[in-house]
């Protein structure tokens, strides 16, 4: 499901939409998307996008230049992901919500570490700009838990930046301290990927350290 400058859909909609889902209570894969939905994605509403999939297996949720997104959203969203204790595959973009910051992201981060089950991570965070490398340390955190882990995806920095976005030079070479612990303690991990766009403050020097982790 993808909603993209969809300004006609209010509260109600989500909640229509939530009660259908919640109905199916043998669904296993969930993807939705909520692009440019500025007047009517609040904090308030976030909550509404996950509830009540107790066989839920695999999420995918993309939140992108909705600018009235913050922290307190994010919150909201860790609190439904306890729920899943299920999950085995996530996929979660930000991308343009410069309404949330590190803490933000870590509340994000904290719900989905709540099941060891998770086998698949993909992460992207772009044009977030108070989003930095301190927000990332949870991530090395939470995958200590994530005993399953086969899959690792992660995607940083600026990409197709919109008309009137802020420049978001956050990511720095002690991003690569942090991966080389993910990747010490994800023994059992058959893919990784990596991708950095545009992270102007990040060098030879942070690769270099980051050889370590292959060893």
Same mark, same amino acid.
């Given at each position: 499901i993808n909603f993209e400058e969809c300004s006609r859909i209010s509260t109600e909609g989500l909640e229509f939409l939530q009660e259908g889902l919640s109905s199916m209570k043998s669904l296993v894969h969930y993807t939705l998307g *909520?692009?440019?939905?500025?007047? $009517? $994605? &609040?904090? +308030?509403? &976030?909550?509404l996008l996950i509830r009540e999939m107790p066989s839920l297996e695999s999420l995918g949720l993309a939140i992108e230049n909705c600018f009235d997104v913050t922290d307190e959203g994010m919150q909201a969203i860790r609190?439904? #992901?306890k729920k899943l204790n299920i999950l085995k595959r996530v996929n979660?973009?930000? !991308? %343009? #919500?410069? %309404? *949330?910051?590190?803490k933000g992201f870590e509340s994000l981060l904290d719900g989905i570490q709540s099941t060891s089950e998770i086998e698949s991570l993909k992460i992207k965070v772009t044009n977030c700009k108070y989003v930095n490398d301190e927000g990332f340390k949870i991530l090395r955190d939470s995958t200590k838990s994530m005993t399953s882990? =086969?899959? &690792? !995806?992660?995607?940083f920095g600026e990409q197709n930046k919109m =008309? %009137?976005?802020?420049?978001?030079?956050?990511i720095s070479n002690r991003l690569f301290d942090l991966l080389k612990?993910? #990747?010490q303690h994800t023994r059992l991990l058959e893919s990784l990927e990596l991708k950095f766009s545009a992270c102007k403050e990040i060098s030879d020097k942070g &690769? %270099? +350290?980051? =050889?370590d982790a292959f060893i």
């Amino acid at each position: 499901i993808n909603f993209e400058e969809c300004s006609r859909i209010s509260t109600e909609g989500l909640e229509f939409l939530q009660e259908g889902l919640s109905s199916m209570k043998s669904l296993v894969h969930y993807t939705l998307g *909520i692009n440019h939905c500025n007047n $009517i $994605i &609040l904090d +308030s509403q &976030l909550p509404l996008l996950i509830r009540e999939m107790p066989s839920l297996e695999s999420l995918g949720l993309a939140i992108e230049n909705c600018f009235d997104v913050t922290d307190e959203g994010m919150q909201a969203i860790r609190n439904q #992901l306890k729920k899943l204790n299920i999950l085995k595959r996530v996929n979660f973009t930000l !991308s %343009g #919500l410069n %309404g *949330i910051r590190n803490k933000g992201f870590e509340s994000l981060l904290d719900g989905i570490q709540s099941t060891s089950e998770i086998e698949s991570l993909k992460i992207k965070v772009t044009n977030c700009k108070y989003v930095n490398d301190e927000g990332f340390k949870i991530l090395r955190d939470s995958t200590k838990s994530m005993t399953s882990l =086969k899959f &690792l !995806s992660l995607e940083f920095g600026e990409q197709n930046k919109m =008309k %009137g976005s802020v420049d978001s030079n956050n990511i720095s070479n002690r991003l690569f301290d942090l991966l080389k612990d993910v #990747l010490q303690h994800t023994r059992l991990l058959e893919s990784l990927e990596l991708k950095f766009s545009a992270c102007k403050e990040i060098s030879d020097k942070g &690769l %270099g +350290s980051f =050889k370590d982790a292959f060893i």
